[in-house]
């Protein structure tokens, strides 16, 4: 069975930052790119960004939202996904999830940027 | 960016009968090397994740019941629940992922029992 667990949510101020983990199993994540996608509350979905496999160089894109905020990373040998996250600003508030590229989702990890 | 836009934005249907919902992207989703169209349904009910339904826009997702299919090739999709049950009730979601530098999702229809 496929899981997907994010962490690392929280209250950050504006201009801080934060570093969102997902932990897989029950899929080969290697071979999976992963996905992270945000949802504001009561808002639709957002896609912020991708990483690619090693055979693809983990190759990385993001929403021109987060461009040159949000850096995407991950580490094959824990099957863990990151999302760091830098400048935030009070439209960054919202659920985030990672996905594998078979779109299975995780629970989600809530991340509020408030003074 | 390719611009998904579902219609309704929200659907009342009575138990047992048909609902549909449709999406439109701005930008064709068919990769004519292989023939697939890149689109995708999402079901997610209150307080939940979303959960894949159908991807390829027609191959049901492993467990998701028969009811559920997809249709529609190039920009036009059809999403349609045969006879609605009442755990259908949920915000439905299209997304495309061809552009896989620059995924986008429709804004959602909300399906209600009428």
Redesign the interface.
Known sequence: EVQLVESGGGLVQPGGSLKLSCAASGFTFSGS?M?WVRQASGK????VG?IRTKVNKYAT?Y?ASVNGRFTISRDDSKNTVFLEMNSLKSEDTAVY?CTNS???????TLVTVSS | DIVMTQSPDSLAVSLGERATINCKSSQSVLDSSNNKNYLAWYQQKAGQPPKLLIYWASTRESGVPDRFSGSGSGTDFTLTISSLQAEDVAVYYCQQYYSSLSITFGQGTRLQIK
Do not use: K
């Open positions: 790119a996905h639709g979905l957002e896609w991708r894109g929403a999830y078979n779109w299975h989702w995780g629970q989600g």
